[in-house]
């Protein structure tokens, strides 16, 4: 494991904080230290532990002398267990709400203008 994996982690970890929680703008990115201070709240007691050493080794990281220091281990294990967390339990309810929402518009639309359509025969005497 080098540097630059810790790196890799922490963003694989805050994007996945990102998509499961929300607290980010669409295309905006965020540093999983500005994830944890946001959302973190959300993530069970332990996994709130693993993620805040994730998010310090991330900022400790930009200094290569202490990076090197790092337990890599343990910042494996922290990233495992928060991606084991985070990954499967958001991906079908977040397809599922994806396609209400899109049957929910059309619905919606399709209402409207039956709307407009009922209030134009009324308007023109034909109903």
């Known amino acids: 494991m080098t540097i630059e994996t810790i790196r890799i982690m922490a963003d694989e970890v ?20 500005t994830m944890v201070r946001r959302r973190g709240a959300a993530l069970p007691r332990k996994l709130r532990r693993e993620a805040m050493v994730l998010a310090k080794a991330d900022r400790v990281a930009e200094v290569p002398k202490l990076a090197k220091q ?10 495992k267990a ?15 709400a994806g396609a209400v929402n ?20 009324v308007r023109r005497g034909v109903i």
Do not use: K
Not at 102 to 121: K, N, Q, Y
């Open 82 to 96: 928060l991606v084991n967390h985070l990954r499967p339990l958001g991906q079908g309810g977040r397809l599922q």
């Open 14 to 33: 805050a994007s996945l904080m990102a998509a499961r929680f929300g607290g980010l703008r669409r295309g905006q990115t965020a540093d999983l230290d």
């Open 70 to 79: 790092q337990d890599f281990d343990r910042l494996q294990r922290a990233h």
């Open 102 to 121: 899109i049957g929910a518009t059309l619905v919606f639309a399709l209402l409207i203008l039956g709307a407009i359509a009922l209030w134009l025969l």
